[in-house]
């Protein structure tokens, strides 16, 4: 598994966009890279998931430029309920059906009023 | 939306009993996970379950740690004899490979919060 380096932790004020960029320089091409979100006292809950370029969905996007050496969580508009720890994730596209999931320090946003 | 559950919410126990963490797992899902979280450090892989079988465990789930899928819907973690250290939120997860565009994401529970006294 790539090793991966994001921040420990940062602070944000309400309505403002937040960019969590996450480091993983071994990454391998069967590789994708996976984000998470953990909030106070419950389990990790599936952020965004991409390969390479951009994908959005509903909650964030990511931004993986063509090196894929690092990944950028992008979260528009943040309010006070987005404060928790996001983890980046980078895991084996051909791994079979399962792979476990190895979880860093994670990057803890403190959403500020 | 689907999730996983996961009883019981908080379970205080006294060292050397055991205890048995229960989860049910998304429905058409076909591998399930344990990990836990001790108070203020990372979340950690305990064991993978597939197939009625064990994929993967991890050097803390030693003899004292077991698992099992007793009937179609529930995943159980059993800690036999518990030590003070075993107290952790432990976190069931559950994952499927059909999900169209997606690899492997795995949908966690609330948790259940171990306290060994």
């Known amino acids: 598994l790539a090793k991966t380096t994001q921040p420990i932790s940062m602070d944000s004020y309400e309505g403002q966009e937040v960019n969590i960029t996450c480091s993983h320089n071994n990454i391998a091409t069967n590789d994708y890279i996976t984000w998470y979100q953990q909030f106070p006292s419950q389990g990790p809950r599936f952020i965004i998931q991409?390969?390479?370029t951009k994908v959005t969905n509903e909650v964030a996007s990511l931004f993986i430029p063509a090196d894929r050496k690092s990944s950028t969580l992008s979260l528009p508009r943040v309010s006070l309920s987005d404060t928790a720890v996001y983890y980046c994730?980078?895991?084996?596209?051909?791994?079979?059906?399962?792979?476990?999931?190895?979880f860093g320090t994670g990057t803890k946003l403190q959403v500020i009023p | 939306e689907p999730e996983v559950t996961q009883t019981p919410s908080h379970q205080v126990t006294q060292m050397g009993q055991e205890v048995i963490l229960r989860c049910v797992p998304i429905s058409n899902h076909l591998y399930f996970y344990w990990y836990r979280q001790i108070l203020g450090q990372k979340v950690e892989f305990l064991v993978s379950?597939?197939?009625?079988?064990?994929?993967?465990k991890s050097e803390i789930f030693d003899d004292q740690f077991s698992v099992e899928r007793p009937d179609g819907s529930n995943f159980t973690l059993k800690i036999r004899s518990t030590k003070l250290e075993d107290s952790a939120m432990y976190f069931c997860a559950s994952s499927s490979q059909r999900e169209m565009g997606t690899k492997n994401i795995q949908y966690f529970g609330a948790g259940t919060r171990l306290s060994v006294l």
């Open positions: 379950f597939y197939n009625n079988e064990i994929s993967e």
């Open positions: 994730l980078v895991g084996d596209l051909n791994s079979g059906g399962y792979q476990k999931v190895t």
């Open positions: 991409g390969y390479k």
